[in-house]
């Protein structure tokens, strides 16, 4: 019985002690769940994006969070955002060439006007299309990587310094500023330092075209007023004009347009006049070392011609 009993006694020790370790392990597991994870996983997360930017390349810019225009610290009613639509749509079809059509189907597609105008901005400077842009940024390639990857090297690129909101506010900026004949600074301010949206800066600038008031003073109306309706009849403005530019700024842009044609025309037609006066002095040249006269034609009996 005494040996039974010992017996017994050193299991239920062995028992115990097995137990306290148990404990022992399971306080640890805690511990380590708990804290010790997350410092793992945030080294790995790290380490991730390190050779994520190495493998971009040069320039390390991630897609924006949304492809939707950047927005504004105002509320926007869906009046007004329509109106903005309609003014981004005209400024960034006359500003590259394309309809109003094709500009407003990219931005059905998904992408915001600011990612229109640099699709198009990209397609200017490349001998790629839009849309096979367009499919390249949609797989989560960042501006400078699609810039790489086309071999272009916009003058905004060095401007942004790496940065992909800087250069996505350099190229509207300056497509918004040369629609309307402003400086750029002036909207690059606003972008930059009062953190308005582009619907509400391309609404205000459309607005000082109708009115002839400072931008700044729209601006600063703005912030009081709920809707643009509202700032546009303070400015003796119709609310209709906000969605459309003046009709002395569309006659302009005509008239831009066909001075455009007109110089196209013009140095077509002195590189087809240059042409025809080279194959003339060719013909000269070859007729002269033929021993003919200028006068011989391609009748001469010496077949010079």
């Not at 229109?116 to 490349?126: G, N």
């Not at 949206?197 to 709920?226: M, Q, Y």
């Not at 303070?234 to 001075?259: H, Q």
């Amino acid at each position: 019985m005494t040996a039974i009993a010992g017996g017994a006694r050193r299991y239920q020790l062995r028992r115990d002690k097995q137990a306290e370790k148990t404990e022992v392990d399971r306080v640890r597991f805690d511990l380590a769940r708990r804290f010790v994870c997350p410092v793992i996983l945030v080294i790995l997360a790290t380490v991730t994006a390190f050779v994520a930017v190495s493998l971009a390349g040069d320039i390390d810019w991630s897609v924006s969070a949304s492809i939707s225009s950047r927005p504004s610290k105002l509320e926007l009613s869906p009046v007004d955002r329509g109106s903005a639509y309609e003014i981004w749509a005209k400024v960034i079809s006359s500003s590259y060439g394309v309809s109003i059509g094709f500009v407003k189907g990219l931005y059905d597609r998904g992408y915001g006007f600011d990612e229109v105008a640099l699709i198009l901005e990209f397609s200017s400077l490349s001998e790629k299309g839009p849309s096979d842009i367009a499919v390249l940024r949609k797989k989560g390639l960042g501006w400078g990587a699609i810039a790489k990857e086309l071999g272009v090297h916009p003058s905004a690129l060095k401007r942004a310094k790496g940065k992909e909101s800087l250069f996505t506010r350099y190229v509207l900026a300056n497509r918004l500023a040369g629609y309307y004949g402003i400086p750029d600074s002036e909207v690059l301010v606003l972008l930059s330092e009062k953190g308005y949206g582009f619907d509400d800066i391309v609404l205000a600038v459309n607005l000082c075209a109708h009115s002839g008031a400072a931008l700044r003073d729209i601006i600063k109306t703005r912030e009081t007023a709920p809707k643009w309706k509202g700032v546009a009849e303070k400015f003796k403005v119709s609310p209709v004009k906000l969605s459309a530019p003046p009709a002395k700024l569309k006659e302009e842009r005509a008239k831009e347009k066909e001075k455009q044609k007109a110089k196209v025309g013009e140095k077509q037609k002195a590189t087809s006049g240059g042409k025809a006066k080279g194959k003339e002095k060719a013909s000269e040249e070859k007729g002269a070392n033929r021993g003919c006269p200028k006068s011989c034609s391609e009748s001469c009996s010496k077949r010079c011609w």
